[in-house]
């Protein structure tokens, strides 16, 4: 049993799932200073406040598997990435802090909304970076990170930031459609339809930029026969765009457009394992080179065939038990006030 093969993908599937989960609820930070009343604001909080916290789950055993599974991977990431990792767990805690305290009071209340939305940008930029990073390449010397303080900001960089950002607001924005009615429900779906714009852009852009950072890409993508095997990525790709212009344009379905803009994200993604594979960082190091002895991962795999399948069942009944929309002036945190 080829088991670094088998962390990878457990990995990967822990990070999608952090990005899916925890995107929407960073988005709706993203829009906050857009939502135009406090009301609005409210509701969209209430939203995801019985969600939130459980999203970031995912971000832990991303790391802590990595860390775990990966030891060598980790050992050079860090290093290349301290920066924006440091800003996007303080943005996270910046974060969290606001969305407990906006609730306690009424003066200070612009202030918390304000570190609301800053924590999300930051924290989804940061994630972007370090995306970015990872994919134009690690200098790698020896068995460690080679290079210097500021190799994570350059001009692609910056783009895949902005284009998590982007991308990011758009799952917040078919979030709210879904989960709320009237004017609110309107405005999102105003916001998605140029948000999803800009996220085919940002999506078009790395692309297309993607087989000049590395020669491994290149080949992946443009060379025959390899070409078979992404060539369906693009052709999906359109077709979840497709599907999300139609289902903003109907009004009728509530889902549709969160779920299009979900498959956006999961295409990218596996758009980007398809350039990685086998390796773990490109340009050189492969999965196998990376992982830990098999006997550790034996052990792990044990944990986690038992705690993976523990947080997506409590994950699923969060999700059902607060299905349905969030009407305005109910909500999870109204007791307080």
Do not use: C
């Not at 952090?18 to 509701?43: A, Q, S, W």
């Amino acid at each position: 049993m080829d088991l670094p093969l088998l962390w990878a993908f457990i990995l990967a599937f822990a990070v999608l799932a952090y990005v899916v989960l925890d995107g929407f609820d960073l988005g709706i930070g993203i829009l906050f200073p857009f939502l135009k009343r406090h009301e609005n604001r409210d509701t969209a909080m209430n939203t995801i406040a019985p969600f939130w916290d459980g999203n970031e789950t995912w971000l832990v055993l991303g790391g802590g598997g990595l860390f775990a599974v990966f030891p060598l991977a980790y050992a050079i990431v860090m290093p290349a990435l301290y920066a924006p990792v440091i800003a996007m767990l303080l943005a996270l805690i910046f974060r969290g802090v606001a969305f407990e305290f906006r609730w306690r009071t009424v003066r200070w209340r612009g202030v918390w909304d304000m570190s609301f939305f800053i924590g999300s940008v930051v924290a989804a930029f940061a994630q972007g970076v370090a995306l970015g990073t990872i994919v134009q390449g690690i200098e790698v010397s020896g068995r460690a990170y080679g290079g210097g303080w500021y190799d994570w900001l350059t001009p692609f960089s910056v783009v895949t930031g902005l284009a998590v950002v982007v991308g990011y607001a758009l799952l917040g924005a078919t979030w709210i459609i879904m989960k709320t009615d009237g004017p609110l429900n309107r405005l999102a779906a105003r916001y998605a339809a140029a948000l999803a714009i800009g996220t085919l852009v940002g999506i078009a852009i790395v692309s297309a930029w993607m087989p000049f950072l590395q020669p491994t890409f290149y080949s992946r993508w443009f060379s025959f026969p390899q070409i078979l095997f992404v060539a369906p990525i693009p052709i999906l790709v359109a077709l979840a765009a497709f599907s999300l212009f139609q289902a903003l344009k109907d009004h009728v379905s509530n889902y549709r457009p969160f779920l299009s803009a979900l498959a956006l994200f999961v295409l990218s993604f596996v758009g980007i394992g398809i350039s990685f594979y086998p390796n773990i960082l490109p340009p050189e190091l492969t999965i196998w080179q990376a992982a830990a002895p098999d006997s550790s991962l034996l052990f792990m795999l044990v944990g986690a065939s038992v705690l993976i399948p523990a947080i997506l069942a409590y994950t699923t009944y969060s999700y059902w038990v607060f299905r349905g929309k969030v009407i305005e002036g109910e909500g999870y945190h109204t007791h307080h006030h």
